[in-house]
């Protein structure tokens, strides 16, 4: 592991020289720094089949209420006989897991795993966090293969798999997540994305350097679990209308795109048209997503859409969609009247990111000029081959520019991305970024981007609402110019941000004012909050 890192701080440093002057948005990779050594698993030799290529994701959550971002990344696993076309020949010293690195404030991460008792035996897949039973610990949820796992949070840094005690028994492929209050009862819940039913044993017709893929084998049905506000959760995938949709989920993430006060749904699918999940506010959803214009392509086609963002890029109060893709990755503007617009290719990230396999991805203002910015992971799809990543800086009316060149050495490195999870991580009000790499270690890109541009992060605490504020819409006015975010839980590939609610102010020194609509419906308003911080909003 040292001697990895060493090679790769050196083969940045020889390219440091190249780079050019420094850009609006810059990283630096810190892992080794950081103390951060991961390396996700597929438990085979080499790529043998679409279970072993398609994880894993990674979650920042504040498990111990310290103010500091933590941070949990899953990992797949060697299984049972017959399962790996390629096995391992040799069985690992250290047996794959799942880990959780606890935060010291001071750039550095622990390796707490053992301890809390987080480490998940199953090949898993994704990873998200709420605080589900609203006792002010924040819980976690891990999908995989066969199973989920639901770990309560004790509130003592350690914590219990609940999952048969919460009533949640989900076979098969389970891959993205979202959490979600979907009846706005206080209580979040859950929904889960299904990719297909994986047959280890089926191999036939294929060359020998390739294996079958999504459409060999039949399509799943997702899942949505209701919240019983006691612990435990029911599943109400066949009420809400869920169950009848078969789909190839890839990323899931939820939040409400016709500001009804209901959040919906987006599944991206892979190879199979993607689902809107529209709240019918009566506990059922309608499926819109042709209507919507989101259901397919460019020219109609069914795509390869990976990870999914509802995030307002043009400022109008209405969330938009970013939809990673193996080819053509599609950025749609919110139009209203339950309709959106492809402008992929209009922004100028079309032609860019189609040359690459897309996977993770983060849409955040990286450099707070109060803009949000899109970074893009890459990696091979069918074999190991490796691709440098991207980032995109928004100029605005729907304009963005491959800022990639000039915003570091490490955009010089290739590595076969899988998902992304975005986070300030120091506080010092720059989203940094954490890569998952397939069968290779991780990377931590910590936010170096210069200037003197204000920022102001939200934490929410809710009451009457579910603790997390998940739903909330939060609106800030500062310098003449109106933001609204909404706080999500769960979104790109298989993975969930930072939960605060951030935003970048450009040269405004001041917030004229800060607007939280909770799910409750109560709207909070706070004149003149500080800027350059985390302020914590508690709903009144």
């Known amino acids: 592991m040292k001697l990895r ?3 790769i701080a050196a083969f940045l440093l020889g390219l440091a020289a190249q780079q050019p002057a420094s850009g609006p948005i810059r990283f630096e990779e810190v892992s080794a720094q950081a103390g951060i050594q991961f390396t996700h698993s597929f438990g085979a030799e080499k790529l043998g089949s679409l279970l072993e290529s398609t994880g894993g994701g990674a979650v920042w959550f504040d498990y111990n209420n310290d103010g500091l971002m933590d941070l949990y990344v899953v990992s797949g696993k060697p299984l049972g006989q017959g399962m790996h076309p390629y096995p391992v020949r040799k069985t690992p010293p250290t047996a794959p897991s799942n880990h959780l690195f606890r935060n010291d404030g ?98 036939a017709y294929y060359a020998a350097d390739n294996y079958p893929g999504p459409l060999d084998y039949e399509p799943e049905t997702d899942v949505l679990l209701h919240n019983n506000c006691n612990g435990t959760f029911t599943d109400v995938s066949e009420k809400a209308g869920i169950a009848k949709f078969k789909s190839r989920a890839m990323g899931v993430t939820a939040a409400d795109f016709d500001l009804d006060g209901y959040p919906d749904i987006f599944v991206a699918n892979d190879k199979t048209e993607n689902f809107l999940f529209h709240n ?127 915003a570091g050495p490490f955009f010089e490195v290739k590595s076969v991305g899988r998902g992304a999870a975005f986070a300030d991580y120091d506080n010092d009000g720059r989203v940094d970024a954490f890569i998952v790499n397939l069968g290779s270690p991780a990377f931590l890109l910590h936010n170096t981007s210069p200037g003197t541009n204000h920022w102001m992060a939200v934490k929410l605490v809710g009451h009457k609402s579910n603790r997390d504020g998940i739903g909330a819409q939060v609106e800030v006015l500062a310098g003449g110019v109106r933001q609204q975010h909404e706080r999500v839980a769960g979104s790109g590939y298989l993975s969930q941000d930072d939960p605060r609610v951030q935003f970048g102010l450009g040269s405004a020194a001041k917030v004229e004012r800060l607007t939280v609509t909770w799910p409750s419906g109560i709207k909070q308003v706070i004149e003149n909050p500080p800027v350059d911080r985390v302020i914590a909003v508690e709903e009144r």
């Open 5 to 7: 890192h060493l090679t």
């Open 106 to 203: 001071k750039g550095h991460f622990t390796d707490v795993t053992e301890q809390a008792h987080v480490a998940g035996d199953l090949f898993s897949m994704g990873a998200i966090a709420a605080d589900y039973d609203n006792d002010g610990n924040v819980d976690l949820l891990v999908t995989g293969y066969g199973r989920v796992i639901l770990y309560r949070n004790r509130g003592d840094g350690t914590f219990e798999d609940v999952t048969e005690k919460a009533g949640i028994r989900v076979s098969g492929w389970s891959i993205g997540a979202a959490w979600l209050d979907y009846d706005r009862d206080r209580c979040v819940d859950l929904f889960i994305g299904r990719y297909v039913k994986f047959d280890p044993e089926y191999h």
């Open 280 to 406: 019918q506010k009566d506990g059922t959803f309608q499926e819109i997503a042709v209507r919507a214009g989101v259901a397919y392509g460019q020219s109609g086609e069914n795509t390869s859409a990976m990870g999914p963002v509802f995030l307002d890029f043009d400022h109008d109060g209405r969330v938009d969609l970013w939809v990673s893709d193996s080819r053509y990755n599609r950025l749609l503007r919110n139009a209203g009247q339950l309709r959106f617009e492809d402008v992929t290719e209009r922004a100028g990230i079309s032609q860019l990111a189609a040359q690459y396999v897309s996977w993770g991805v983060g849409a955040h203002d990286f450099d707070n000029d109060g803009r949000d910015d899109i970074f893009i992971v890459h990696g091979g799809l069918i074999h190991m081959i490796p691709q440098e990543h991207s980032v995109f800086r928004n100029g605005g009316g729907w304009k963005f520019e491959d800022v990639s060149r000039a």
